[in-house]
């Protein structure tokens, strides 16, 4: 069978994912095994309103590559698939939708109608983001997709509320909370990002004591809520304002008048020592007025404008506006003493980067110290979930527990799941599953439901069990007895406390299980620039266009070479690398191909025992003879390193380094098989004996079998091409299956086939291979021109170069190999050392030495006037303290390179003399 000359990732990437979905191979039924393994993992859900982001993408295919890894060693594989109902985002969305096609704000079509709109909305958009899995390959079981306001989740979530309601862990307060005057709705701490702004002002107020011609001034960097003070506070150890306390102040631009008082939360020793109070905008101020029993004045709208409360000049104004007019009427009074340019920290909602305000707010809340304790018993004494990496990941969550605050758990939205409370005309409260229940407990009184909805991570939380059935009413079922805990949570350090914590704790307040066990930590896919990738900075490189450029397959296995947990600059070069390696091992086994004639996949042609490194699922042993039926070092060779190979890569996926994983794969790939041992066997290959062909074409099968995981299309693509492919090559658990790469047996590795003695001689081979070839480049000598080759070396050395002397002759493009313990060459030769023999080749007849020395003048000349220029560089503290790191590690690792490359380039030019 001949391949076509270039491998066109596209057709292969629209053919399989069909077969492979509709054959059934993602869901954990296609395993017969009654005794096999669950292995489960649910995927983060992305929002509904999302796309596919490299986020998304490095994160699927961690995902995606464990669960083919387990699906091919004999689990009965979950990866469970779904999306989350984005509570904010679809709103904004449809507001948007509503704006432009209709003119009309929500409040113009009701509530009813805005939902009805927001789920035509989800179902006309909403399938993006799976529709685009689908593209890169994602194994999961789409049978068992889930949303979070499914009709049963959505059971859950009522549950959930009214048991801990009942039992006194959901309450309703008065609090300060994170406002968003745009969303206008409370945000949790979690969704509130700082930035810091060099352009700040800190302006100092003068408030004039009464009865008296004092002032006491304060600072503050939101001039306009001054306008809500109700008191000025100081240390009582301050001997400055010791006679003031208990004065009063006249507040200018009100009429208002509040009290000096002391209190232990003033830093004397921080600005001037007084501060300003105002209770229902700051959450310090808050406490301080709780202890004093000050009033809770509110001098904002929740659109961000000021209210009456803030007096007739402001009411209405937006509080930036506000913010300028305070400082310019404190300075027309005479009672503005500075203002001071300040770096300050904003607070700003994630999603639209609007100012967050800080607001008194009723809204509903998760008490969160039993539940937090839960987490922590978990983390305390079965070590759950086991972070990776875990360092630092473990010691932040379980500080971040031990300091966590009650959760805010409502929201000012429509979409979503609605809270289940309703009132009466008094004002009192009635939380119930049902509305008819409600009406139950009020004994017929009007009610009426809370407008507000759930934060979306309530929701969230339960997806660990919620997803396999559980909704309160049910609380059995087969997969949430399968699969529950979960094997594994892959996700980002930006959700570890917003998801991960609270899916802990309420899956074992729920269920008394811990929701997985382990939890890989992703670190963050860059921008080419180096920073976080944004539609504000125009840095975001989108998968979809990686995939249409490079091919999925080069771009998962890119993702996944990243070391787990760190970050990485984007860099569509690496992608390439990886597009090359693929089409390095399509052009393999298009040589293979082309030579196959009469030949087929055949285990026992590389081992005795068919099963050494190919794994069936089955309990069988292995002979006694684990040597291949074959005494060719080159053949013993690549044998063994296969084995190594497969038993690195089981034990670097076990560990979720990824990165180890690809690495060993692509050094087998690329240096092993294709650049060496095809290379020493073409011969036989091309000669077309079965003998040979047969066995490329095993060790072929075996290591796709091993890149699957990463390279799904590919290995699918090629290993269909191969001749004795079937489904008997399954795993047991498939038996039944159509044939596919996907439920062929993961190799295991066998160690006793890993044989030291064949991988140190073929070594010794390949080392001085590469010496004779990087003498023939440095001296520039012509490849067509034939070469005789001294080795002097010891009696081991003998042997192997020896034996091996055709294979050396050949890819050496030597005319002779003269070998012995010790040789007398003349002086004009270019000699190497590896680490068992001495490389000498005369250079007589084979250079002009003339123009070889002055080309080698040069070079030296031009690398060390390189160096030089670096090494300036580096011993420059200013620069080596201001340039980003990575900037300064390759430039020292170019000054190695460079010094490694001129003392070559002067030994060169030294035997020329």
Not at 444 to 467: E, Y
Not at 685 to 714: D, V
Request: charged fraction near 25%; hydrophobic fraction near 40%; proline fraction near 4%.
């Amino acid at each position: 069978m001949e391949l076509d000359k270039a491998y066109d990732p596209k057709s292969a990437e629209e053919h399989h994912y069909k077969r492979w979905e509709e054959s059934g191979f993602f869901a954990p039924e296609i395993n017969t095994d009654p005794e096999a393994k669950p292995y489960s993992i649910v995927i983060p859900p992305p929002n509904v309103t999302g796309s596919l982001h490299m986020g998304h993408a490095l994160q699927h295919t961690i995902m995606d590559s464990l669960i083919r890894w387990k699906r091919m060693l004999g689990y009965r594989t979950l990866w469970l698939p779904g999306t989350d109902h984005a509570g904010i985002s679809v709103q904004r969305k449809v507001v948007e939708q509503l704006k432009k096609d209709e003119h009309k704000k929500p409040t113009d079509i009701g509530r009813e109608e805005f939902i009805k709109r927001a789920w035509a909305w989800k179902e006309q958009y909403g399938n993006t983001i799976t529709e685009q899995m689908r593209r890169e390959g994602a194994s999961v079981d789409w049978s068992r997709h889930r949303f979070t306001m499914d009709e049963s989740l959505s059971l859950a979530v009522r549950n959930v509320f009214c048991t801990l309601y009942d039992e006194g862990w959901i309450y309703r307060g008065l609090r300060i909370v994170n406002w968003c005057p745009k969303d206008r709705t409370v945000l949790s701490d979690l969704e509130v990002k700082e930035e810091t702004k060099k352009d700040g002002k800190l302006t100092y107020l003068k408030y004039p004591v009464k009865d008296s011609d004092q002032t006491i001034t304060v600072a503050t960097t939101r001039p306009e809520t001054m306008l809500g003070d109700t008191a000025v506070a100081v240390n009582g150890g301050d001997k400055r304002y010791k006679d003031l306390v208990g004065k009063t102040i006249l507040l200018p631009l009100t009429n208002r008048e509040i009290p000096i008082i002391a209190d232990e939360y003033v830093d004397a020793e921080f600005g001037t020592g007084a501060v300003k109070i105002t209770p229902a905008h700051d959450p310090n101020d808050y406490l301080v007025g709780e202890r004093h029993g000050l009033e809770q004045l509110l001098v904002m709208n929740l659109d961000g404008t000021m209210n009456e409360a803030a007096g007739v000049e402001f009411d209405g104004m937006d509080r930036f506006a506000a913010r300028e007019k305070v400082v310019a009427m404190f300075d027309e009074l005479g009672l503005l003493e500075k203002v001071d340019d300040y770096e300050i920290t904003l607070p700003v909602c994630e999603r639209c980067k609007t100012v967050v305000e800080p607001i008194l707010s009723e809204q509903w809340f998760v008490k969160m110290d039993e539940m937090r304790d839960l987490a922590l018993d978990l983390m305390r004494h079965e070590g759950s979930p086991h972070f990776s990496p875990r360092v630092p990941h473990e010691k932040v969550y379980t500080n971040w527990l031990e300091n966590l605050k009650d959760w805010t758990i409502s929201r000012q939205l429509w979409w979503g799941h609605q809270i289940p409370a309703w009132y009466d005309a008094d004002g009192n409260v009635f939380v119930a599953r049902t509305e008819e229940e409600a009406n139950e407990k009020a004994g017929g009184r009007d009610l009426t439901q809370d407008n507000d909805v759930l934060d979306t991570w309530f929701s969230s939380g339960l997806w660990a069990f919620s997803t396999f059935g559980w909704n309160g009413d049910v609380s059995e079922t087969d997969d949430l007895n399968s699969f529950l805990p979960t094997d594994v949570l892959v996700t980002g350090r930006d959700i570890m406390f917003l998801w991960v914590s609270r899916m802990m704790m309420l899956t074992k307040k729920f269920v008394d299980k811990t929701a997985f066990n382990d939890c890989v930590i992703t670190g963050t896919v860059l921008g080419k620039d180096g920073k976080p990738m944004s539609k504000s900075r125009n840095n975001g490189v989108d998968p979809i266009e990686m995939f249409d450029k490079f091919g999925v397959d080069a771009t998962r296995i890119y993702l996944a070479s990243i070391a787990t947990g760190a970050d990485i600059r984007w860099n569509d070069v690496g992608v390439e690398t990886y597009r090359n390696f693929a089409n390095k091992i399509w052009n393999a086994t298009r040589f293979c191909l082309m030579n196959a004639e009469g030949a087929a996949v055949d285990h026992a042609s590389l081992m005795n025992s068919g099963q050494w490194a190919v794994g069936s699922g089955q309990e069988e042993s292995l002979t006694t003879d684990h040597r291949p039926p074959t005494t060719a070092l080159a053949d013993r060779w690549i044998v063994s390193r296969l084995n190594r190979t497969a038993l690195d890569v089981n034990a670097a996926l076990n560990k979720y380094e990824f990165h180890s994983a690809v690495s060993l794969l692509y050094h087998f790939f690329w240096d092993d098989f294709c650049d060496w041992y095809i290379e020493l066997v073409k011969d036989e290959i091309t000669a077309g004996g079965p003998e040979a062909t047969t066995r490329i074409i095993t060790i072929m099968e075996i290591a796709l079998r091993m890149l699957h995981p990463f390279m799904p299309y590919l290995t699918e693509e090629l290993w269909q091409k191969l001749p004795g492919t079937s489904n008997a090559l399954h795993h047991a658990a498939y038996a039944g299956a159509d044939a596919t790469i996907m439920l062929a047996s993961f190799p295991p590795g066998d160690k006793l086939s890993v044989d030291e003695g064949a991988e140190e001689e073929m070594k010794d081979v390949i080392d001085l291979i590469t010496k004779i070839r990087n003498i023939r480049a440095e001296m520039n000598i012509k490849s067509s021109d034939k070469i005789i080759v001294h080795v002097a070396t010891g009696t081991s050395g003998y042997n192997i170069f020896n034996n091996n002397k055709p294979q050396i002759l050949k890819l050496a493009r030597a005319h002779d190999l003269i070998i012995g313990n010790q040789f007398t060459v003349p002086k004009a030769s270019a000699t190497a050392v590896t680490s068992n023999a001495k490389i000498a080749i005369p250079l007589e007849g084979l250079i002009d030495f003339d123009v070889e020395r002055t080309r080698l003048a040069n070079q030296i000349a031009k690398l060390t006037e390189e160096k030089t220029r670096l090494d300036g560089q580096l011993s420059n503290a200013n620069f080596v303290d201001r340039a980003p790191a990575e900037k300064v590690t390759e430039l020292r690792d170019r000054s190695t390179e460079l010094e490694s490359q001129i003392t070559t380039l002067n030994n060169n030019l030294e035997s020329l003399n």
